[in-house]
């Protein structure tokens, strides 16, 4: 599975892995506001938060697939192909359930692969570098209004 790509389940179920909310914080944090929720991001888990996924095709089926397991405003947001938490969507799939359930296995299998979190890795690179170059900016403003102080 590729992130920001449409990815398509072996049942028919297209869907997409978005960084998109994590890469308006980068461009804020660029712009000058240096976000405290960085502070907080110490590995490729805590990036979980940043991630939505939004189902493209099959929302039907998958809801009926795993009734149980989603709430109301999940289910209104994947039939109207709203994203939906990351978080939330990895809770519609059981492990110990899914053995023979083609979506969860799958899901599974797809987001503990190597190239998954590859890309989280480089992901995780990217934020800190923003932060690292954002605390640099802010440094260099320091110090020269020390300078004409």
Known sequence: MT??????????????????????????????????AFEKIRCTADLYDFLTVTVLH????????????????????LIAAQPVPFQDFCLFFWRNLDETDPDGDEWNRAIAADSFNLQLSALLNKLRTAVQQRKKDMTLIADLNFGSA
């Open 3 to 36: 992130l920001d790509k449409i990815y398509t389940l072996q049942t028919g179920v297209s869907l997409k892995v978005s960084t998109e909310a994590l890469q308006q914080l980068i461009a804020m944090n660029r712009n000058g506001q240096i976000l405290s």
């Open 58 to 77: 099959g929302a039907e089926d998958l809801i009926k697939r795993r009734q149980p397991w989603i709430s109301q405003k999940n289910k209104a947001d």
